[in-house]
Nanobody, 113 residues
Framework: QLQASGGGLVQPGGSLRLSCAASGSIFSINNMGWFRQAPGKQRELVANKGSLGSTNYADSVKGRFTISRDNAKNMVYLQMNSLKPEDTAVYYC?????????WGKGTLVTVSS
């Protein structure tokens, strides 16, 4: 089970921090991250981070978003800075282990003045 929190309304240029807690059968080798889906668009990868440290970011968020993990707590975080209106979307926490994807319920991020 994945439980995400931290979404909300923020002005352009502002910051938000998303958190996601994984529970249940969590294997030591996995990949956790965030996807997002804007209205009328496909779900896209925002960032992910492997349990061994590998990290990927979408080009559109590089330099603005930072993903981090607490493996002991099975938590993943997404620090979002310099938010833009085009970052508005439902953000989904994702866990991949043994080639199986698990999804949390989305949390809405709205960037608007």
């Amino acid at each position: 089970q994945l439980q995400a929190s931290g979404g909300g309304l923020v002005q352009p240029g502002g910051s938000l921090r998303l958190s996601c807690a994984a529970s249940g059968s969590i294997f030591s080798i996995n990949n956790m991250g965030w996807f997002r889906q804007a209205p009328g668009k496909q779900r896209e990868l925002v960032a992910n981070k492997g349990s061994l440290g590998s990290t990927n970011y979408a080009d559109s968020v590089k330099g603005r978003f930072t993903i981090s993990r607490d493996n002991a707590k099975n938590m993943v975080y997404l620090q979002m800075n310099s938010l833009k209106p085009e970052d508005t979307a439902v953000y989904y926490c994702n866990l991949v282990q043994r080639s199986v994807h698990y999804w949390g319920k989305g949390t809405l991020v709205t960037v608007s003045s």
